[in-house]
């Protein structure tokens, strides 16, 4: 029966409406940034477990253990796990960093930091549930002029990287719009609300004169990337350069790439 209330809920035509961010939405807002920023982890800990690299360490350190504990099956299983727990420390560290960076900058105080500079914007989606509004998604957008046109704040590592792309360098006066905070709950995935929310950025950015729209993911963002890739977005570069220790970038095998797209 619960299933074919979901195929009916499925085929059903969901109306979604975006609006301006409220005072009044930060603890639904601030809730959905944290559920959208923790779900990558486990993503990113089996994507980095799946490599090669850590499969042999893995192997190597189980191997270990079995000899050190006397042919003990225990203690293999003990020291592969520790090897596991590193790198999934390793992967939650980089993105509660990232979180707890964006808390106490532009998300401790939306109204003043997207609201009040008419180059940005921070907007939320509602979806119509029986006669209520619920909020399942929300997109952001800063923009970039005048100064800022030779430099980017990269939000993952808290540093500014110089230069542009060819991207950069054929948008005019090299103002543009950056868009973050781009989430959907998870339970109205593949409504096409992603694409709603990316639509409502780069008609903000045509609005405002920016002459290409960026965005930062993380590589174990896998249907993020598709979306964007679909919507017209291309990428311009990749690093592993954050917050974090350079070690724990390096186990934990993230990759930020940026990706662009002329409007």
């Not at 042999?56 to 350190?61: K, P, T």
């Not at 929310?197 to 590589?219: I, P, Q, Y």
């Not at 690093?239 to 350079?246: L, Y």
Request: proline content about 2%; hydrophobic content about 40%.
């Amino acid at each position: 029966m619960t299933e074919l209330k979901n195929e009916i809920l499925e085929k059903r035509v969901i109306q979604f409406s975006i609006r301006e961010y409220r005072p009044s939405d930060q603890h639904v807002v601030m809730s959905l940034f944290q559920d959208g920023i923790f779900e990558h982890v486990y993503p990113a800990f089996f994507k980095a477990m799946s490599h090669p690299d850590h499969i042999g360490v893995a192997l190597s350190i189980s191997m270990a253990g079995y000899v050190l504990g006397g042919s003990s099956y225990f203690q293999a299983l003990l020291f592969g796990s520790a090897w596991a727990g590193l790198i999934y420390y390793c992967c939650h560290d980089i993105y509660e960093g990232y979180m707890m960076r964006r808390q106490s900058t532009d998300m401790a105080d939306i109204q003043a930091s997207y609201l009040e500079n008419p180059d940005n914007g921070f907007w939320v989606a509602e979806a119509d549930i029986n006669g209520q509004s619920k909020m399942v998604g929300m997109v952001a957008v800063i923009g970039k002029r005048g100064a800022e046109e030779g430099e980017r704040f990269e939000d993952w590592n808290g540093g500014v990287t110089g230069g542009g792309s060819e991207l950069a360098q054929d948008a005019g006066d090299g103002s543009y719009g950056e868009m973050c905070h781009m989430v959907v709950a998870f339970s109205w995935r593949r409504k096409k609300l992603g694409s709603q929310l990316t639509r409502k950025a780069l008609d903000f950015c045509k609005e405002r004169g920016f002459g290409h729209l960026v965005l930062d993911v993380s590589s174990p963002q896998t249907a993020a990337i598709s979306l964007f890739e679909k919507a017209g977005f291309v990428q311009t570069s990749s690093h592993r350069n954050t917050h974090a220790n350079r070690w724990f970038s390096n186990l934990a095998r993230i990759n930020v790439m940026r990706m662009e797209k002329l409007i």
